[in-house]
Each structure stands twice: as C-alpha cells, then as structure tokens.
T-cell receptor
Framework: EAQVTQNPRYLITVTGKKLTVTCSQN?????MSWYRQDPGLGLRQIYY???????DKGDVPEGYKVSRKEKRNFPLILESPSPNQTSLYFC????????????FGDGTRLSIL | RKEVEQDPGPFNVPEGATVAFNCTYS??????FFWYRQDCRKEPKLLMS???SGNEDGRFTAQLNRASQYISLLIRDSKLSDSATYLC???????????FGKGNQVVVIP
C-alpha cells in the first residue's frame, strides 16, 4: 500500500530535550516536505526537499532541522524544543515537486512542556 | 493581503442541499490549484485538482477564475459524510511552494 509513515504519532516531552520525528514514503517520490498546523493559522511549511541531499527552508524553519540522506526518508529534528513548537505536524511527499498532489502522513501531535 | 484566503465558516448545510464557497489567491502567476479535504485532526487528502476549464467529480464541481483570482468548490446533494474542512491550495508564482488556505469548515446537518 502506497503511504507516508510518520513516527511517533503522539509525543509529550519537555523543553530542551532533542527529538526526531521520522517520515518515510514508499512511493519513490522525489519531493518531501514538513508542515505544522496550528489553530487559526492553517498549514505552514517548515522545510522541503526536492531530492536526495537537497533541502530548503519553508515559511517557518526556525528551530527545526531536516536531512535527506535517502530518497524515502525525511526526518524532522528539533534540537532544543520549546513550548511554541507544540503543534500538529504533517509530512508529505509527491512526484517531482510541489505542483503535484501531495500525499500526507497521518500526522504527529507534539506537546512540549 | 494573504496569499490564499478562505472564509472559515462554519457553513451549516442541510442534508441534500447544495453548498458553494470560494477561495481567493493573491499571486496572479500561480499555476496549479487544488482542493483538499481534512477531517478533524486527520491528514489532508486530495479532493480534486482544479483545471482552467473547470472540472467535476461526482457531486463536486471545481472552477477557476483567473481574471478575478479565485477558485470555487460546489458540493451538490450534501451528505453527512461531507462534513469536513475543505482546504484551498495554490502553487506557483515564483517560490516553488504550496500556499494553503485556512479552510472552509462544512457541517452537514440531518
């Protein structure tokens, strides 16, 4: 089954404790991206990757890192999480680029205390 | 002006009725347009792409008006299962990124 898999689905943690949210897709998609969704603000892009070893900032990259060492994986790293990063996070992938329909993962709900 | 604007609603729609809403976009160079459906706390899912000539998928019809810079979605014969938030998504205009509207919330009432 074609899918985008995020882990964990839920996480409660404390300020400053490094965490990684993994994202993996099995559709051989070139393009992957991370979004956060907050009430009243809609979906905002954090980082995106056009292909392996190619990443770029989205609209709200501060406090986040990403890497794209393999085509299928695009982890999101929070080196020193803070409470304002409490949010619902979605990973998405598509063939070739963001002008194509996006396939979203199930989401990861992060709470930073 | 925001990149993509939608009236959040909610749009309370009697079952069986027709509901329509628009989404305006600010960048006239935008190239691709989509409607996504998002159920509460779930991931967005593609509902339909929007083509210049307009397109229809069952009870759903999407239109693009480039001159006035808006896209529309019409839902006919609303079902209870249509209750969701409908996100307008626009691509292009030079930044190679997608811009998401905040969504139109639709509540279909029995």
């Amino acid at each position: 089954e074609a899918q985008v898999t995020q882990n964990p689905r839920y996480l409660i943690t404390v300020t400053g404790k490094k965490l990684t949210v993994t994202c993996s897709q099995n559709m051989n998609h070139e393009y992957m991206s991370w979004y956060r969704q907050d009430p009243g603000l809609g979906l905002r892009q954090i980082y995106y990757s056009m292909n392996v070893e190619v990443t770029d900032k989205g609209d709200v990259p501060e406090g986040y890192k990403v890497s794209r060492k393999e085509k299928r994986n695009f982890p999101l790293i929070l080196e020193s999480p803070s409470p304002n990063q409490t949010s619902l996070y979605f990973c998405a992938s598509s063939k070739q680029g963001s002008n194509q329909p996006q396939h979203f993962g199930d989401g990861t709900r992060l709470s930073i205390l | 002006r925001k990149e993509v604007e939608q009236d959040p609603g909610p749009f309370n729609v009697p079952e069986g009725a027709t509901v329509a809403f628009n989404c305006t976009y600010s960048n006239s160079a935008s190239q691709s347009f989509f409607w996504y459906r998002q159920d509460c706390r779930k991931e967005p899912k593609l509902l339909m792409s929007v083509y210049s000539s307009g397109n229809e998928d069952g009870r759903f019809t999407a239109q693009l008006n480039r001159a006035s810079q808006y896209i529309s979605l019409l839902i006919r014969d609303s079902k209870l299962s249509d209750s969701a938030t409908y996100l307008c998504v626009v691509y292009g205009g030079g930044n190679n990124r997608l811009a998401f509207g905040k969504g139109n919330q639709v509540v279909v009432i029995p």
